[in-house]
């Protein structure tokens, strides 16, 4: 049988241990309710948010930050839905960093991520605006959609162009196109012969200029070169000891003209004038040696 005094010792127990639960929760919620948060908000458009609930977590590369507030959807435009995060105080915001939906393990559940920002750009004041950034299962997500998108439109096009009518119209253009390839097979024969025989004539011209070019680097081989250019001096030594010839004799007929003018005055004339000739013809060799080998082809 329980005596009184075992009764008044459990009483005090239990109140005891009350008012040390109490107390430990007092401090607690003191605790929370004494720390200073930041607010910020983040603004996601057109997009799904599903998962993300009212004291979800918040973390700044992978450290838990804050919670979630609230969710709201905009009043003045219905594709914007508004998130309230509160952060501890002090943490530093930066005006180029972004807010990540990410998924909670298997659960289905999501937090958000900040990520980003850079030590040279701006803080940002409690009350701002944090910009919304999507994370790479967002993307491949969409990508995903897109490429799903582009294959229906592949199909829905498969699917017009194999209908009946389709089918008809490509029957009669296979037909349209035996019937030409019946009708037409002997003139395309023809120029199959002409197109076979105009690259044997190509080839055999072909054959010709390579003949021909041989043939001019043999005449333009440097060893003839100088053997003609030689032959061109020789020329030249020939007609210049011509041409001191001649003026020798003219020198030998001015002799004989003093000692008998009167009678060779016609012969002087001539020989001046021959004279005048061959210093022409000097000239036109000195200038052009070539002319004695016009000569002697001629």
């Known amino acids: ?45 057109d997009v799904s948010i599903n998962g993300l609930q009212v004291g979800g977590a918040v973390k700044y590369a992978g450290i838990a930050i804050g919670t979630v507030e609230d969710i709201n959807i905009s009043p ?15 943490t530093p915001i930066k005006s180029d960093a972004a807010a990540m939906l990410v998924p909670v393990g298997i659960t289905g559940l999501k937090q958000v991520e900040i990520i980003g920002g850079t030590n040279e750009a701006e803080m ?63 003139s395309v024969n023809d120029i199959v ?42 020329a030249s030594e020939n007609v210049v000891a011509l041409t001191a010839n001649a003026n020798t004799s003219v020198a030998n007929v001015n002799t004989v003209v003093l000692r008998s003018r009167e009678n060779i005055i016609s012969i002087i004339e001539k020989l001046e004038e021959t004279l005048d000739n061959l210093n022409e013809f000097s000239l036109q060799i000195s200038e052009d040696p070539s002319l004695l080998l016009r000569s002697r082809k001629k």
């Open 1 to 45: 049988m329980v005596t009184k005094a075992q009764k008044t010792r459990l009483g005090i127990f239990l109140f005891s241990g009350m008012i040390l639960l109490l107390a430990l929760g007092g401090l607690v919620a003191g605790n929370r309710l004494m720390q200073k948060k930041d607010t910020y908000y983040i603004a996601y458009e």
């Open 76 to 90: 003045e435009d219905v594709g914007r839905l508004i998130v309230t995060i509160s952060i501890e105080h002090g």
């Open 124 to 186: 940002l004041d409690p009350g701002s605006y944090i910009a919304p950034g999507s994370s790479t299962l967002d993307d491949i997500t969409g990508q995903i959609t897109s490429v799903a998108e582009k294959l229906e439109l592949v199909l829905v096009n498969i699917g017009e162009i194999t209908s009946d009518e389709n089918q008809r119209h490509i029957s009669s253009i296979l037909t349209n196109i035996d019937s030409m390839v019946i009708e037409n097979r002997q």
């Open 193 to 234: 012969s002409s197109v076979d025989s105009l690259s044997v004539y190509v080839t055999r011209l072909s054959e010709s200029a390579y003949i021909t070019m041989d043939k001019l680097n043999t005449v333009l081989d440097t060893t003839k070169v100088a053997i003609m250019l030689d032959n061109i001096n020789e």
